[in-house]
T-cell receptor, first 119, second 113 residues
Framework: AQKVTQAQTEISVVEKEDVTLDCVYE???????LFWYKQPPSGELVFLIR??????QNEISGRYSWNFQKSTSSFNFTITASQVVDSAVYFC????????????????FGSGTRLLVRP | NAGVTQTPKFQVLKTGQSMTLQCAQD?????MSWYRQDPGMGLRLIHY???????DQGEVPNGYNVSRSTTEDFPLRLLSAAPSQTSVYFC????????????FGQGTRLTVV
């Protein structure tokens, strides 16, 4: 079975604090992609990053960084020096390719983590 | 750039009514999908299409129909609305190919009373 777990339902931090959002995934397929999406209060879903199963390099983009560890099936997201504009719901998602072929039309989402950054 | 356009943004239906949620994309993407978002459950796949004339069921298809007569459009039909279909609906499109990201519409908040 394929599954994405975001155990943190809601996190509240004060501005400028660092915060890490956890994502744990399950899949038996060896080829897969992981994604992070942001859903601000306006409601749309904004793509943040993708990582394939063969690339365990960590990624940094400004205040955002992602740590992918296959050994623990985790793809965690850290925001450094958080800002009020980071307040949103963040989703981790998984798509895989199996012997049956490309099933990348389907994203398997975690339940999301609501981040509140207080001034 | 319009991207993925969904209409309407808000809708209230009475139980038993039918309606169609519209979705259009202008990126010439092969894949299109409909998801519903419910509190504490993330997004779940309702139906998807890998090209014009080809559709299939996702995780939660009951009570919904889709068709894809053109590459651009992928409407979602609620046949007989039920309170359990109260949700936020998202249409997504992506370019064919493993690892390409999905682009989402603004969402439709549907309430069935």
């Amino acid at each position: 079975a394929q599954k994405v777990t975001q155990a943190q339902t809601e996190i509240s931090v004060v501005e400028k604090e660092d915060v890490t959002l956890d994502c744990v995934y399950e899949t038996r397929d060896t080829t897969y992609y992981l994604f992070w999406y942001k859903q601000p209060p306006s409601g749309e879903l904004v793509f943040l990053i993708r990582r394939n199963s063969f690339d365990e390099q960590n990624e940094i983009s400004g205040r955002y960084s992602w740590n992918f560890q296959k050994s623990t099936s985790s793809f965690n997201f850290t925001i450094t020096a958080s800002q009020v504009v980071d307040s949103a719901v963040y989703f981790c998602a998984l798509t895989t390719i199996s012997k049956g072929g490309d099933s990348s039309y389907k994203l398997i989402f975690g339940s999301g983590t609501r981040l509140l950054v207080r001034p | 750039n319009a991207g993925v356009t969904q209409t309407p943004k808000f809708q209230v239906l009475k139980t038993g009514q039918s309606m169609t949620l519209q979705c259009a994309q202008d990126m010439n993407h092969e894949y299109m999908s409909w998801y519903r978002q419910d509190p504490g459950m993330g997004l779940r796949l309702i139906h998807y299409s890998v090209g014009a004339g080809i559709t299939d069921q996702g995780e939660v298809p009951n009570g919904y129909n889709v068709s894809r007569s053109t590459t651009e459009d992928f409407p979602l039909r609620l046949l007989s609305a039920a309170p359990s279909q109260t949700s936020v609906y998202f249409c997504a499109s992506k370019k064919q190919g493993f690892g390409t990201e999905a682009f989402f519409g603004q969402g439709t908040r549907l309430t069935v009373v």
